[in-house]
RNA sequence: CGGAGUGUAGUGUAACGGUAGCAUUAAUGCUUUGGGAGCAUUCGGUCCGGGUUCAAAUCCCGGCACUCCGACCA
């Protein structure tokens, strides 16, 4: 893409009516445009990285079985209601509106009757099991309070999952197999190395849910590590049974803050059983279905890869979610040899089917580095009249701080 | 929802109750071209509603919005 026809520009200062780090960074680098408190746009660089994410998630989602689908926003009272969960006493952040006829819709702040109550239509046999069904989604939470940019907005963009099995045993080989996925996802996006599975509380069908929490200051819960085994544990189950049980060491423990990123947990049958979801067995008998969730929010993963990777001014993103793969520099000026041949470059990159956003401006260097290094994408080629005269491009791998100078071709191979 | 703070041009900031200024952006021209360049000209603003006052960005009341702390986070 020509920087050119990019109509979203870096900013100079910071935001001031911004102090987290991800909103601060996203916004000066056109990622994003706030909306009000907790409601962000993605502009088509944020578009970019958040479809790499999603790309991502997908890929290891339909790795271990998952079918991708797509639930209505509008959701209806009724299925609410047989779960006991319409209520503003019971859950007091739905965004709740109107028909034109006086009935209630809600705006979905979760999955869980959605998917349960398709599936009623659809399951009746031990032999339409298992059945993992996902959806990347705008959700909804009436928060009191967003925060931390767009880290808790009170719309945001998820994925979530929802296994159906015949049991307890088949849902846990489910469980595990998802739990790799996830640690999968998080290595990819660039996180694996601050990412931990920690055990969180369950709820009624077991003592434990998953979360992958990232270690980072600015986040917002406290977890306790053990480096050793490579696990964490959320300060709201840590107790002298649990540490017994995971066999951890109050000692040992390490305290820290951490985002989280991603958790999966066990539903069992609560939402089976009060949307009559069953399925008959081999033997003709009647069985709820057994379920479980597992969620990851996009918008938030972004945010937090900012936490991590940003710096004052400065974005590095990890190259499997940059929004471009190369940054092409073309320092032309009024030099229309060099023009030729960045228009060259970029045409052959691109031909490579390389992702590449070419900053073809009539701008000053000082400010093209200046974007570049707000907007974050890790490999940078100077296009110059220096460089022409070397008969090469100058690469520099952001990350590394390196510079090499490469033909056209090897920055090909370098990519491929 | 409780507490604290803040709302001035697209962005960032000044202004004792007395001419709304500076920087940047944008536009035009000339110069300049490996880290946000220089000169000149131009465009653009006091969150909304009420009140006090000869006079309100400034003081008072109400509303709205945003930020932070806490509570909450299925």
């Known amino acids: 893409m020509r920087q050119s026809k990019l109509f979203s520009k870096t900013r100079f200062e910071s935001p001031k009516d911004e102090v987290s780090k991800n909103a601060d960074l996203l916004i000066r680098g056109g990622f994003i445009f706030k909306e009000m408190a907790g409601v962000y746009s993605l502009l088509p660089l944020g578009l970019r990285v958040i479809k790499k994410i999603e790309n991502i998630i997908r890929e290891e989602m339909n790795s271990i079985g998952g079918t991708e689908m797509k639930t209505s926003v509008l959701q209806n009272k009724e299925i609410w209601e047989k779960t006991n969960r319409w209520d503003d006493a019971v859950v007091d952040n739905w965004f709740k509106t109107k028909l034109k006829n006086g009935a209630d819709?809600?705006?979905?702040?979760?999955?869980?009757?959605?998917?349960?109550?398709?599936?009623?239509?659809?399951v009746s046999s031990y032999k339409d099991l298992p059945i993992y069904a996902y959806d990347f989604k705008d959700i909804?939470?009436?928060?009191?309070?967003?925060?931390?940019?767009?880290?808790?907005?009170?719309?945001?963009?998820?994925?979530?999952?929802?296994?159906?099995?015949?049991?307890?045993?088949?849902?846990?080989r489910f469980y595990e197999k998802a739990k790799v996925a996830y640690e999968g996802i998080f290595k990819k996006v660039g996180l694996g190395d601050k990412t931990y599975i920690t055990f969180a509380s369950g709820g009624t069908f077991s003592k434990y849910s998953h979360e992958f929490q990232t270690l980072t200051e600015s986040g917002e819960d406290i977890i306790y590590i053990d480096e050793a085994k490579k696990i964490a544990i959320n300060k709201e189950v840590?107790?002298?049974?649990?540490?017994?049980?995971?066999?951890?060491?109050r000692d040992?423990?390490?305290?820290?803050?951490?985002?989280?990123?991603?958790?999966?947990?066990?539903?069992?049958?609560?939402?089976?059983?009060?949307?009559?979801?069953?399925?008959?067995?081999?033997?003709?008998?009647?069985k709820q279905v057994f379920m479980g969730c597992y969620g990851i929010g996009l918008t938030r993963l972004m945010g937090t890869i900012v936490e991590i990777f940003g710096k004052e001014g400065e974005m590095i993103w990890p190259e499997e979610v940059s929004p471009?793969?190369?940054?092409?520099?073309?320092?032309?000026g009024n030099d229309?040899?060099?023009?030729?041949?960045?228009?060259?470059?970029?045409?052959?990159?691109?031909?490579?089917?390389?992702?590449?956003?070419?900053?073809?401006?009539?701008?000053?260097?000082?400010?093209?580095?200046?974007?570049?290094?707000?907007?974050?994408?890790?490999?940078?080629?100077?296009?110059?009249?220096?460089?022409?005269?070397?008969?090469?491009f100058e690469v520099k791998d952001r990350k590394k701080g390196e510079i090499s100078y490469l033909s056209t071709e090897e920055i090909i191979k370098k990519l491929k």
């Open 140 to 172: 909804f939470r009436n928060e009191t309070r967003s925060k931390s940019g767009i880290l808790r907005g009170r719309e945001f963009y998820w994925k979530a999952l929802y296994s159906f099995s015949q049991n307890e045993t088949e849902h846990n």
């Open 324 to 332: 471009f793969k190369i940054h092409l520099i073309s320092l032309a």
């Open 238 to 249: 840590l107790n002298d049974e649990v540490l017994n049980e995971l066999g951890a060491r």
């Open 252 to 286: 040992t423990l390490v305290e820290k803050k951490a985002i989280e990123v991603g958790n999966i947990f066990t539903l069992g049958t609560r939402f089976s059983d009060a949307l009559g979801l069953k399925y008959k067995d081999e033997k003709g008998e009647s």
């Open 336 to 392: 229309s040899e060099v023009e030729k041949i960045s228009d060259k470059i970029y045409k052959e990159l691109t031909d490579a089917g390389i992702e590449v956003l070419y900053d073809d401006r009539d701008m000053r260097v000082g400010e093209k580095f200046a974007d570049a290094d707000l907007i974050g994408i890790p490999l940078r080629v100077v296009s110059s009249k220096k460089t022409m005269e070397k008969n090469c």
């Open 105 to 122: 819709v809600g705006l979905s702040f979760t999955n869980e009757e959605a998917y349960t109550n398709i599936l009623t239509q659809y």
